[in-house]
């Protein structure tokens, strides 16, 4: 079962309202579904058409819908021709008044395409894939519908219908089809001009995603992940329309219906538009009049709005528990008072004349504002003369949309700290501007006097409130104005190739912001762009609105998509620019204009800016530093911070840098939130956990054996290990399942436990489901070289994150994971879709032990094996840790090694081994003194790979691969990983081959070579040597590391290591000096015959092959 659904609503639902039978009535709706195309090098789908068919089912059985106006295309009869004459049938539809709802909905495949040659920008399309893509007809190919082709014809719908128009597209961009759109395509389109003389028609790239005024869109997933199909249909249409039979699309508006639909793992649906707060398919209550939810929690009443809403402190709002209430004349369930505001929540509390309101834990309801707070009233200059005959006007409580104004939203104030001055004559009131940030630029009075007979002294008053509120409003917080920039530039038409070429735009001259100011004459022509630029590290949501004076109105240029609770991709990137009003972010180009006999208008532009941050790395660090003996990596302190900020990780750091303590920090300041919840910012506190947990996958007992012992250390997080000997160790007093359910902080499993009854009762367990914040995966490159043969039981953690009834963040860890196939599959395996991961990458290539590569002299069946005696010399003394692949090798040269020293009095200290044969408790204490950096007498010790994975044997000096030609490089660098750091004790990492190894090699690297040319012929096959068959067994990397001159160097290549790592603040960090004889600093990377050579260095010797000045 992959989701936990609820199966009852939060509040009942009503059968539809009479009213609402008639609008659907007038609903008109486009269904596309698309499953088998032309062009057979597109798959073919199972769910498009079902799902298509779905929401046919929906308008007509659940909206009553009249089937006559459903227009279908599926398949066959979805061709590109045919989608465009749709949307050009239903603008000329004479059924289809101004205002009727449209719905538009596409399930099929999405893809990419080149942008025509004549375009300025380089950026890829994003397209539509119609059912005959890549066929010719009338000698033309048949390309993809471009989101600049759709937005057109949506806007031209919207034109002549309205702008009632909800799109939702069940698709992504993850179709792999070449696609270069010509010029001139779809030109008959956008080349037409919208009807009443609109100049600018044109509709730049992106519009369908960017500054929606003619449509809302609700999307599958974000722009860089894959909409998945379950069971033959979308995830996201089921979970959809589900989720719109459960809450009724009569009372929900499309923000919310994301929000209430349940989490789909590895998607994040998208709403975007304008209108996003309007109710579905309707066009009562829009932004201008906000619902907000509210929820209950342990301890308070919550609004989901805060202070970059425009909240303050003391309002009031009515709580209903439908949107639909005040139009239905239903009372509120109660009024609440904001009692704390914060940037993105507030605290409401109840009122001491009112009734006790009673909402459900976990329940939510609607608020809707009903008196102003503080600081929030329009300040207004008034005569003592005019007082008496304004307030009689501005007092009356007027009705609008059902909602009742149940106090004044203005103070009359001293004229030197007014906003407004009103004057009053027997018909009309005016205004006059006394504001010092418009009337010292020139506006003196407001073009439009209010006639005092109508409704409109109370909108009037209300709109001047709304608009001086938010003009004046700053952050409490330390401000970005500094590092985000706002450029105003000129735009002109780019010169097409051919007169029927689309229009495109480009900015030009010089930014016409200077200090803050831009001075325009108004010219009809004229056509102008804005940019955002950010130059912080930060992802930014920005907000742009532009706050007209004359009018009293705040019109939204750009605001960021929502996405329930889901992530959102975030439009301004760290140094990264955002087009508005041009380019691929869309939105029309703005024209400036003045009201009739007015010489001078004053304009505003403001821009919103909010982050997604539970305090960055200070803030971790912080915490952390007061529970851990050692300053954390800034790159421990990275990845902790985004998987608090709930984005999954993955973290590839070389062996010995201490990826559990990305764990530890993760844990430690979850904890402190959850016992102090204001160490966290109010809007961020939803993801924390009362008593947080998680759960983590170890490949070996070593392994989680360590791990226990590091995290307990902290003295705080409690700590389980449930592997095979824990659950049928005899005499536990608590059993280990028992222990994760109720109050463990981690639990460790063994990977063949995701498969018990245990753990599956574990993860339906509503109170631990609760608990459960993280998923981690240690030593995460095993999923691919053990889960298919060696281990089975791997593949069950591909499985467990979407076994929980909500989505818990993946952390996934390990040092050695090839760049290309081998970590694209361990992405898809875990879930982690490009672009919605956080990906750190490290070298691992050791720079701080030498390679050394030596013959064996005996063969894998000896007793003897004297080419190991070298590890029992005691002058000088070094530790020596010795692999072997098999357990009867590592117990054979065990002996042996033992006999070697019945000289040594002290050879029971001296040497040990670790394998499953040796007894839990003495491996345990072999363990412990690997561990221990003290003198423990412990010089040699003999085992498996269960030992490669996790052990902190920090002392080592030296670290031997024994007996056979490692069948895995990442394995071999496990091994080497055992030692924590070489820099003080002249660590190596030795292997033993046999004989023949090089020639193997040279003949593994030549087969991969002439596989990957695809040059060889029948004929050569047939000649291939006798030992081509045996060196296939040899992993290519490997073999291309025994022939290597310089081990580090190829090392690099092979996993694409980064040129340098990014320099660690950390005091470990800043203090240590590097080995002379390692050099470690590249000082040019040349690429030839396939490699990748080092050029130049420093004097002292090369860490991977030992030359003399460098290599």
Not at 51 to 64: M, S
Not at 953 to 975: C, K, Y
Request: proline share 5%.
């Amino acid at each position: 079962m992959r989701y936990l659904l609820s199966t009852h609503s939060r509040f009942s639902v009503r059968p539809l309202p009479s009213h609402e039978l008639i609008r659907y009535k007038r609903l008109f709706a486009l269904v596309i579904g698309v499953n088998k195309y032309s062009n057979t090098a597109i798959p073919s789908l199972h769910g498009a058409v079902l799902d298509a068919e779905a929401v046919v089912d929906y308008l007509r059985t659940k909206l009553h819908v009249p089937t006559d106006h459903v227009r279908c295309l599926l398949d066959d009869s979805a061709t590109r021709a045919a989608i465009i004459d749709q949307f050009l049938q239903m603008q000329k539809d004479t059924r289809i008044e101004a205002g009727d709802p449209i719905l538009v909905y596409y399930a099929g495949h999405g893809g990419e395409a080149k942008p025509p040659s004549t375009w300025p920008e380089t950026s890829d399309i994003q397209t539509l894939i119609p059912h005959d893509f890549g066929t010719t007809v009338d000698g033309q190919t048949v390309h993809g519908i471009p989101d600049y082709t759709l937005g057109a014809l949506l806007s031209r719908l919207a034109e002549t219908k309205g702008d009632n128009i909800t799109v939702i597209l069940d698709c992504c961009r993850g179709v792999n089809v070449p696609d270069t759109l010509s010029n001139g395509l779809d030109e008959s389109i956008l080349s037409q001009g919208l009807s009443g003389g609109t100049r600018h028609a044109e509709i730049a790239s992106g519009f369908l995603r960017r500054g929606l005024r003619s449509h809302v869109l609700l999307a599958a997933c974000g722009s860089k992940e894959v909409a998945m199909e379950e069971q033959r249909r979308g995830v996201f249409t089921v979970a959809l329309l589900r989720t719109l039979s459960t809450v009724g699309a009569h009372q929900v508006t499309y923000r919310d219906l994301l929000r209430q639909m349940y989490a789909l793992p590895g998607q994040n649906p998208q709403c975007e538009g304008y209108f996003q707060d309007r109710i579905l398919f309707n066009t009562k209550l829009s932004a201008s009049r906000p619902f907000h939810s509210v929820r209950r929690d342990a301890t308070a009443y919550t609004l989901e709005a805060g202070s970059i809403n425009g909240v303050t402190l003391d309002s009031r709002y009515a709580v209903y528990n439908t949107r639909d209430g005040p139009a239905l004349g239903i009372s509120p369930l109660a009024y609440l008072r904001v009692s704390e505001v914060h940037p993105a929540e507030s605290t409401l509390v109840t009122i001491s004349d009112q009734p006790v309101f009673v909402l459900g834990l976990g329940q939510s309801a609607y608020a809707l504002q009903t008196e102003a707070g503080t600081d929030q009233y329009l300040q207004l200059y008034v005569t003592e003369d005019e007082r008496r005959s304004f307030l009689l006007h501005a007092r009356t409580d007027h009705a609008q949309n059902g909602l009742v104004s149940r106090s004044a939203i203005f103070r009359l104030v001293e004229k030197t700290s007014a906003d407004l001055e009103v004057t009053m004559d027997t018909s009309a009131m005016q205004f006059t501007m006394l504001h010092p940030l418009i009337a010292t630029r020139g506006l003196q009075r407001l073009p439009f006097p209010v006639d005092l007979s109508s409704d409109d002294v109370y909108e009037t008053l209300h709109a001047a409130s709304r608009f001086f509120w938010h003009l004046k409003r700053t952050s409490p917080q330390p401000s970005l104005q500094q590092q985000v920039r706002i450029e105003f530039r000129r735009l002109r038409e780019v010169p097409a190739e051919d007169e029927f070429d689309d229009p495109i735009y480009e900015p030009y001259g010089p930014d016409l912001n200077v200090a803050g100011t831009v001075d325009l004459i108004v010219d009809d022509d004229a056509m102008y762009g804005i940019t955002l630029i950010n130059e912080t590290h930060i992802p930014l949501y920005p907000s742009l609105f532009y706050f007209g004076s004359s009018d009293l109105s705040i019109t939204s240029y750009f605001e960021p998509p929502t996405a329930g609770t889901a992530r959102v991709d975030p439009p301004l990137e760290p140094n990264g620019t955002l087009p508005i009003g041009y380019g691929s972010a869309g939105a029309a180009p703005y024209n400036y204009y003045l009201w009739k006999d007015q010489q001078l208008d004053v304009g505003f532009l403001k821009l919103f800016l909010s982050t997604d941050s539970p305090g960055g790395i200070a803030f971790c660090r912080d915490i952390a530093s007061k529970t851990l003996p050692w300053d954390p990596h800034d790159y421990q302190l990275e990845g902790a911070c985004k998987a608090l900020d709930g984005v999954d990780v993955l973290a590839i750091t070389p062996t010995g840098s201490g990826k559990t303590g990305f764990l530890l920090i993760y844990m430690l300041v979850a904890q402190a939130i959850a016992k102090d919840r204001e160490l966290c910012p109010k809007e961020l506190r939803g993801r924390f956990r009362a008593d947080p947990c998680m759960v983590v996958v170890c490949p070996t007992k070593a392994l989680e054996y360590d791990m226990q012992s590091t995290f307990e250390a902290t003295g705080k997080l409690t700590t389980v290990v449930i592997n095979a000997d824990t659950t049928q160790a005899k005499g536990a007093s608590v059993d280990p399942w028992q222990r994760a359910r109720s109050n463990a902080a981690v639990i460790l499993l063994s990977p063949e436990q995701l498969s018990t009854s245990h753990f599956r009762r574990l993860v339906n367990d509503n109170a631990f489901a609760g608990r459960l914040m993280a998923l981690n995966v240690d030593e995460v490159h095993l999923l691919c070289s053990w889960g298919n043969q060696f281990r089975t039981s791997f593949q069950n953690i591909g499985h467990v994150r979407v076994r929980f009834p909500h989505t818990p963040v993946t952390i996934a860890l390990t040092a050695t994971i090839c760049a290309g196939p081998q970590m694209n599959s361990v992405c898809r395996f875990l879930g982690l879709h490009e672009g919605h991961y956080h990906l750190i990458r490290r070298s691992n290539a050791r720079h701080d032990m030498r390679w050394l590569f030596r013959t064996s002299r005996s063969g894998l069946y000896a007793y003897r094996f004297p080419e190991l005696d070298w590890v029992l010399e005691t002058k000088p003394a070094r530790r020596v840790i010795v692999f072997c692949q098999t357990i009867a090798l590592c117990h054979r040269v065990f002996t042996y090694l033992w006999i070697k020293a019945a000289g040594l009095s002290d050879r029971q200290d001296r040497i040990r081994v670790c394998t499953s044969l040796s007894g839990e408790s003495y491996n345990r204490t072999t363990i412990e003194l690997l561990r221990d950096t003290s003198d423990t007498g412990l010089r040699v010790t003999i085992g498996t790979d269960t030992m490669a994975f996790g052990l902190d044997a920090r002392a080592t000096n030296d670290v031997v691969s024994f007996g056979h030609i490692p069948e895995d490089l990442n394995l071999m660098l496990q091994r080497a990983g055992r030692i924590r750091d070489g820099r003080e004790h002249d660590a190596r990492s030795i292997v033993y081959l046999p004989r023949n190894a090089a020639e193997q090699a040279e003949v593994a690297v030549r087969v991969q070579t002439e596989s990957a040319k695809n040059t060889r012929t029948k004929a050569q096959t047939r000649k291939r040597k006798a030992g081509d068959q045996e060196a296939r067994t040899i992993d290519p990397h490997v073999a291309r590391v025994i022939l290597a001159r310089c081990k580090v160097d190829e090392l690099n290549i092979i996993y694409d290591n980064p040129e340098t790592d990014a320099p660690c603040a950390c005091k470990s960090c800043r203090t240590r000096t590097p080995r002379r004889t390692a050099v470690t600093l590249y000082l040019q990377r040349l690429f030839a015959g396939g490699g990748r050579t080092r050029v130049g260095g420093t004097s002292g010797k090369c860490a991977g092959c030992g030359r003399d000045g460098g290599c």
